[in-house]
């Protein structure tokens, strides 16, 4: 791709590097690549949920037109399976098939249609099994054992403090979250192109270009240096891209046919083609003095992690340890497990399991508040998590933790008024605002306005001990006239703005006006993922690290050209002197010089969480928002209209503040989504609803105004004090939603999305 | 199957089309204009929208032969060389491009919405572009982006003394 320069310090909010590309259609997306002679690779995928394969036979398909492979599970050169923590996923199913649409066969033909039809051709003849779909008999012994590890894909345990302590008010609730999906609009494609030397150039759209690498060498049998990848444009992720989908396939393809393999799924292939948010089953009780001082919690979670083990394992571990929300709590008790069952595979999803406990933590929060009689946010507010707190895994929380103020500025904006556009103002009707929308199916008979807070936290970055860093080399030489720094990381930019950032970034550290970004791929070192909120913090590290490197030799060569200046430093294209004044543009400092480096950054260690008690400093940062959700509901119909959303987010420091307020916007509608409008639909292990047409994503006319209130506390830790932003948005959004519902009805409502037979139901 | 129609104001022929294919198929395999998104194929996400004879469709819900003859414009139709169309301005000044993969169908869907409605309320805009999904943005900053471009397109040219009125 062609990168563009972009000007901008940090703090400022330039235009997108890759901006002008995209809004001309120019953006180049790993579903427009073309490559000469390429051939188009398709899958044959189970039409079962749980069935042992007996045989496949391909020559009907081998004999269709343009049709040039058909493979299988034994034509895997390397290991046959593979994933994220644990390799438990068949590269093509091996003698069975663990979940409605896991992949079988693959074929590769001329053209997409002939490719389709070929796969269609693939016979498959199968032994179909009972599926087991309950998350909870899969803990039990009665259950078929779907790995041979058992059904337990990990348990983690957290004792912390009094395990028998007791409470004068005591509240209990059983919450149940339903399956979400990333929904990223691009689909699942690359391209990959052989050598003719029997490696292979994979251009794709993925989260993490090296785990991918590093798997593919294992699947391929190939040294890590003849599998290349290069990110293309990556239309959206949010966890949906960090496992394999297509991309050990179109490899396998393009080395057995000699040819370049395009693979881009359609959407129903896209719904089974990538892991999911896992649903859950949430069991709180919370005892808490009268005056509403939190004495112990005990929470059971049940995560159901599908056919295989994906990220579920940090997943859980996440789920546990932020089971209590961001509150101090002298005692709690946290059992959770993620188990296999023959549903489909679940894994990464912004928020991370910290979205479905805040839903269960917050709704206790708000019954406790209404068994004491207290006001909410004011119950919330004396338990609220501080600089100081100790976690219930007993790592201390260092640097900004604005629990209180956050809720604090939340309730400080104005609130809507009530019937405005709804006709019970006497005005005129305007259905857009009415629940239920232009159905036009009430105007504003049987409404109820409802207001709700929700707060919820989790961890930036790797947890647990993962090796968590990030490689960038910066470039710095003259070009036209004109220094110009170029940036290259492996860091997958997914929308989120991370080429721009990482360009301000190295024009504030170099002094540089004229900064390119090149574009990411496995030529140098490992970014890490595009996930847990890291990029910025750990790529953004490195990036600075790098160029700190590059400045302290330019500046060691102006000394050794010119002149010792103390103080000298680098701006506005030049070496300039402790005032300000100019001592050499760096356009004439350098000449022909390349000064090039090289730097990891790695933040500080983390440790595993304890089997037998769960404790340990297993976190690095921790980020915070609060929301507040002003809801009319039809207690009719069961019909929401979220009227108004207001949040506040402690950022660190806002390196792009546009960016930012790009990602709380955003972050809030997915957070929306999962309250009251989206799920996968799974029955018997089958989903009913793998398209947009039936999976409902928020619109527009879904999305109601957002109030911001953005902190900058500066954590001391992190490079700038910024804070890892993507996820928080995602976690207390829907809580908020869903309380604001509860006070419009007065229903319990315990699931989510809500649905109107939770509304109106008896 | 050969197909001729003019796209952006150029006539162009594909040939060899297969018979099933997709207006969006036409245009992105047959005439190398990727632009128009692939993202749902079923009418739901808007991220393929194009002008068919001026009217907005998705084009992945016509058939390749219903463009015979007529005319199609694209994403790709809409700035002038190398500068950008107001709208595609107003979207990166915005800020409401992320991942970007809607940008297209949302820039399209955006300039259709100001030639007929040069200053459209806030309720107008949420319901022109209902028929286009994005993940990312949240839709704050494309109404924003809205907003700012029906500004911009209605404010006085210099120097043409008549100002007013999109200039579309």
């Known amino acids: 791709m062609k990168p563009t320069p972009v000007s901008g310090q940090i703090g400022d909010s330039p235009r997108r590097a890759d901006g002008p590309q995209k809004v001309r259609g120019d953006f180049e997306y790993s579903s427009d690549l073309k490559a000469a002679g390429m051939l188009w690779g398709a899958t044959v995928r189970s039409p079962h949920p749980y069935a042992r394969i007996v045989a496949i036979d391909a020559a009907e398909a081998l004999a269709l037109p343009g049709v040039h492979a058909v493979l299988t599970h034994l034509d895997v050169p390397g290991t046959k399976v593979y994933g994220l923590e644990i390799q438990d996923q068949p590269v093509l199913a091996i003698d069975v098939v663990r979940y409605w649409g896991e992949a079988v066969a693959l074929v590769a033909a001329d053209h997409p249609e002939h490719a389709r039809r070929a796969a269609q051709a693939v016979r498959v003849t199968y032994e179909v099994l009972k599926p087991l779909t309950d998350p909870e008999l899969a803990l039990t012994d009665d259950a078929p054992r779907l790995h041979p590890g058992g059904n337990v894909t990990r348990q983690v345990k957290i004792r912390h403090g009094d395990q028998s302590a007791q409470a004068e008010v005591v509240v209990s609730g059983e919450y149940e979250v339903g399956m979400q999906d990333q929904a990223p609009l691009g689909p699942e494609s690359g391209l990959a192109i052989p050598d003719g030397r029997g490696g292979i150039d994979l251009h794709l759209a993925t989260q993490w270009l090296h785990v991918d690498r590093d798997q593919l060498a294992g699947i391929l049998a190939l040294p890590p240096e003849k599998v290349r990848l290069t990110l293309a444009g990556v239309g959206g992720a949010f966890g949906a891209r960090e496992d394999l989908s297509m991309q050990a396939h179109a490899c396998l393809l393009a080395l057995r046919t000699g040819r370049p393999v395009k693979m881009s799924y359609s959407r129903p292939e896209s719904f089974v083609g990538h892991v999911h948010r896992h649903p859950g089953k949430l069991r709180y009780e919370h005892g808490a003095t009268r005056d509403g001082k939190l004495v112990y919690v005990k929470a059971r979670v049940l995560l159901d992690g599908g056919a295989y083990a994906s990220s579920s394992t940090a997943v859980i571990a996440n789920a546990c340890c932020f089971a209590l929300g961001p509150y101090e709590c002298p005692s709690a008790t946290v059992d959770g497990w993620v188990v296999y069952t023959n549903n489909p595979p679940c894994g990464a999803m912004r928020g991370f399991g910290s979205v479905q406990n805040c839903y269960a933590h917050e709704a206790q929060m708000d019954k406790l508040a209404a068994a004491i009689g207290m006001d909410p946010v004011e119950l919330r507010q004396r338990n609220a998590m501080k600089t100081g707190s100790r976690l219930i895994t007993g790592q201390v929380v260092e640097g900004p933790a604005p629990v209180a103020e956050l809720l604090d500025r939340i309730k400080a904006f104005p609130l809507p008024v009530e019937g405005s556009g709804s006709g019970r103002g006497g005005g005129k009707v305007d259905l857009t605002q009415m629940p239920g929308g232009v159905s036009n199916t009430t105007h504003g008979e049987g409404v109820r306005r409802g207001v709700g807070y929700a707060v919820g936290f989790k961890n930036v970055g790797y947890s647990e001990g993962f090796d968590d860093y990030s490689t960038a080399r910066i470039r710095l030489s003259v070009a036209n006239g004109r220094p110009r720094a170029e940036v290259h990381t492996a860091a997958a930019e997914v929308g989120q703005g991370l080429i721009t950032i990482q360009a301000q970034i190295a024009a504030t550290e170099l002094g540089v006006t004229d900064v390119v970004v090149l574009d990411a791929d496995t030529q140098v070192g490992s970014a890490g993922s595009s996930s847990a909120s890291r990029q910025t913090y750990i790529t953004g590290g490195a990036v600075k690290a790098a160029c700190e490197a590059v400045r302290e030799r330019v500046l060691a060569l102006a000394q050794s050209e010119i002149g010792r200046s103390a103080g000298a430093r680098l701006e506005r294209d030049a070496v300039v002197s402790a005032d300000g004044g100019l001592i050499v543009t760096l356009a004439t400092l350098l000449g022909d010089a390349v000064v090039e480096e090289t730097r990891e950054f790695r933040p500080r260690r983390t440790h595993r969480l304890d089997a037998a008690t769960g404790q340990a400093n297993a976190h690095l940062q921790y980020a915070f928002a609060a929301h507040r959700a002003v809801v009319d509901v039809d207690t009719e119909l069961g019909l929401v209209k979220v009227v108004e959303l207001a949040t506040a987010q402690d950022v660190g420091k806002a390196i792009n503040p546009q960016a930012v307020e790009g990602q709380l916007e955003g972050g809030a509608a997915q957070g929306l989504g999962l309250a009251v409008m989206e799920e996968i639909q799974v029955k018997d292990g089958v989903i009913r609803n793998a398209s947009f047409t039936d999976y409902l994503l928020p619109t527009i006319l879904d999305m109601p105004p957002l109030l911001m209130d953005i902190l900058e506390l500066g954590d001391p830790h992190s490079p700038y004090g910024l804070k890892g932003v993507g996820e928080p948005p995602t976690i207390s959004s829907g809580p908020a939603i869903v309380a604001a519902i509860r006070a419009a009805t007065g229903r319990p409502i315990t699931r989510v999305p809500v649905r109107p037979q939770d509304i109106v139901g008896a | ?168």
């Not at chain 2, 104001?9 to 190398?32: F, I, N």
């Not at chain 2, 084009?59 to 107001?86: F, N």
């Open chain 2, 1 to 168: 199957m050969r197909i001729a129609c003019t796209v952006n104001g150029t006539p162009r022929v594909a040939e060899d089309v297969w018979e099933g294919t997709s207006l969006l198929g036409v245009l992105r395999e047959h005439m190398d204009l990727p632009g128009s998104k692939n993202a749902c194929e079923q009418g739901e996400c808007g991220s393929c929208s194009v002008y068919l004879d001026g009217r907005l469709v998705c084009a992945c819900l016509v058939l390749g032969g219903q463009a015979q003859g007529r005319e199609v414009i694209t994403v790709e139709g809409l700035a002038s060389g190398e500068v950008l169309h107001p709208v595609q301005e107003a979207f990166l000044e915005a800020g409401a491009v992320q991942c970007g993969f809607c940008t297209p169908g949302l820039v399209v869907a955006t300039h259709d919405l100001l030639t007929r409605t040069p200053q459209p309320t806030t309720v107008e805009i949420r319901e022109a572009l209902a028929g286009n999904i994005c993940r990312c943005t949240g839709y704050v900053k494309i109404i924003d982006a809205v907003h700012l471009a029906a500004k911009r397109l209605t404010l006085p040219r210099e120097g043409d003394g008549k100002g007013g009125g999109p200039r579309l």
